[in-house]
């Protein structure tokens, strides 16, 4: 069992930044490939970005790329999402998720196994 509690949301406007935290119960957290998923209102959860278990491979989606920065932190449980030049459609709740080392870079929910509780992130224009 892993327990994954997110923070860091918040409001800001246009073309600001957000830095989202996740830190994870399970000392061998490493071994997991970890994500973030967000959902805006009336809309499906979708995939934002993953990073592979040890850091050294990172997968975004197209409309974040060059954006938002996906890290981690093993020694201390602990994946970040860094978020530069928001934008309105950004608006979303924020959820950190872990999935098996197999499914690193997976871009589909179904793969991970344990989630956080969601963070909400609004833009402001």
């Known amino acids: 069992q892993v327990l994954l509690v997110e923070s860091g949301g918040g409001l800001v406007q246009a073309g600001g930044s957000l830095r989202l935290s996740c830190v994870a119960s399970?000392?061998?957290?490493?071994?997991?490939?970890a994500g973030w998923f967000r959902q805006a209102p009336g809309k499906e959860r979708e995939f934002v970005a993953s990073i592979s278990g040890g850091g050294a491979n990172t997968y975004y989606t197209d409309s974040v790329k060059g954006r938002f920065t996906i890290s981690r932190d093993n020694a201390k449980n602990t994946v970040y999402l860094q978020m530069n030049s928001l934008k309105p459609e950004d608006t979303a709740v924020y959820y950190c998720?872990?999935?098996?080392?197999?499914?690193?870079?997976?871009?589909?929910?179904?793969?991970?196994?344990?989630w956080g509780q969601g963070t909400q992130v609004t833009v402001s224009s």
């Open positions: 399970a000392r061998t957290f490493m071994r997991y490939a």
């Open positions: 998720a872990a999935a098996p080392a197999s499914y690193s870079g997976s871009d589909s929910a179904r793969h991970y196994d344990y």
